[in-house]
C-alpha cells in the first residue's frame, strides 16, 4: 500500500460505500476506499428483496458486481482495517494496516462511514453453512415472504424478540418464541401480546442449536424436550460498527451504537458522513443504496463550494 491524499475516503466497500463510490468518481473526485472485507452483504444467501432482481441475488453476487463497476472508475477498494480517524485543519488522517503487516497513511479532505453493523450470533456449529441454507435468518424483512406457512421459531428475549414473532405471524400461523433468558425477559404487555396473536412461548431456555439431517433447525430446551423447526430467525440484536465516529465525537443512537445522521447523511462532525446500516434502523440494500447517492451528492456539493 502507499499513502493517498484523496477528496474523500470512504470506510466499508458493501453496497453503500461502493454506491458512493461511483457516484463520487462519476463526479471526478478522488476516491481511497478501504474494507476489512467482512461485509454484512456476503452472508446473504439468495435475496429476492433487492428492486431488479426477480430471480433472487444473493449477496457475494451483489457485491461482486458493485466491485466491478466500482473497477471501471479504476476504484479498488484497499484490504485494510481503518484503526483510527484524526481530523485536523479541516481535513482528516487515516492510518490503514494491510493484513500482511503493510502500512500506510491516507489523508481525506473528508469521509464516509459505510461500516455497517456486527449481528450478535447464536452459538451453534457450522452456523455459517445454516445462513447460507436458510435454516438461520438474519431478517424478515428481506426474507419472511420465503418462509410463508413454514414452522418458524424466534430466538431472542425481550420486547425486540417478541416484536419480530408477532411481525412473522403475518407469514406464518406457526410461530414459536424461545427466550434466551427465560421467563422474566417478557413483560405482561408482551407476552399479552403473543398469547393475542397465537404465538407459543418456550421459557426453559436453549441448551443446544443444530441442523438436523433434513436442514431443519433442532433445538434442545434447557428442561430436556427436542423441539424441530423450519426456520430460525435469530432475534439477538446486532452492534453498529460505530468506533470510528465515536472516536471523532460523533453523536450515536443511544440503544444501538447507530450513527446519527441528517437528511443528507451527515454526522455531528463536520466532513463526516454516514451511510448504510451503521447509519440506519432499517438494514435493506435498497435504503443503502439511495443513503450512499444522498451522502455522495452531498460530498461533491460540499467538496465544490469549499
Known amino acids: 500500500m502507499e499513502d493517498r491524499t484523496c477528496d474523500c475516503l470512504i470506510v466499508g466497500a458493501g453496497p453503500a460505500g461502493l454506491t458512493a463510490a461511483v457516484y ?9 476506499v478501504a474494507d476489512t472485507g467482512t461485509s454484512r452483504a ?6 429476492h428483496n433487492v428492486p431488479g432482481f426477480a430471480d433472487g441475488i444473493s449477496g457475494p453476487d451483489i457485491l461482486r458486481r458493485h466491485v466491478e463497476q466500482a473497477a471501471a472508475f479504476d476504484i479498488v477498494p484497499r484490504t485494510a482495517d481503518v484503526r483510527a480517524l484524526v ?15 503493510e ?20 452459538e451453534m456449529p457450522e452456523l455459517a ?9 438474519l431478517c424478515p424483512v428481506c426474507d419472511a415472504y420465503e418462509a410463508i406457512d413454514a414452522d418458524i421459531a424466534v430466538l431472542g428475549d425481550g420486547p425486540g424478540a417478541a416484536a419480530e414473532a408477532v411481525f412473522l405471524r403475518t407469514y406464518s400461523e406457526r410461530v414459536t418464541l424461545l427466550l434466551t433468558g427465560g421467563a422474566r425477559c417478557l413483560s405482561p404487555g408482551d407476552r399479552a401480546s403473543l398469547r393475542n396473536h397465537g404465538i ?41 460498527r460505530s468506533g470510528l465516529a465515536a ?19 451527515r454526522t455531528s462532525v463536520p466532513g463526516l458522513w454516514a451511510a448504510g446500516d451503521v ?23 460540499h467538496l465544490r463550494d469549499t
Open 42 to 47: 456476503s452472508r446473504i444467501p439468495v435475496s
Open 24 to 32: 463520487l468518481a462519476r463526479f471526478r473526485r478522488a476516491v481511497v
Open 247 to 265: 472516536g471523532l465525537g460523533a453523536e450515536l443512537e443511544p440503544a444501538c451504537g447507530a450513527v446519527v445522521v441528517d437528511g443528507h447523511q
Open 87 to 101: 481530523a485536523e485543519g479541516g481535513a482528516f488522517t487515516c492510518p490503514l494496516a494491510g493484513r500482511n503487516g
Open 129 to 137: 453453512g445454516a445462513i447460507s441454507q436458510g435454516s438461520v435468518r
Open 103 to 122: 502500512r500506510a497513511t491516507v489523508r481525506a479532505t473528508t469521509v464516509l462511514l459505510a461500516t455497517g453493523i456486527q449481528d450478535n450470533e447464536p
Open 200 to 240: 407459543r412461548i418456550v421459557e426453559e431456555g436453549i441448551a443446544a442449536l443444530a441442523r438436523d439431517d433434513a436442514g431443519r433447525m433442532a433445538v434442545l430446551t434447557a428442561g430436556g424436550p427436542g423441539l424441530a423447526f423450519d426456520t430460525l430467525y435469530a432475534a439477538l440484536g446486532s452492534r453498529a
Open 279 to 301: 447509519a440506519s434502523s432499517l438494514n435493506q440494500v435498497s435504503v443503502a443504496w439511495g443513503q450512499a447517492a444522498i451522502a455522495a451528492t452531498d460530498i461533491h456539493n
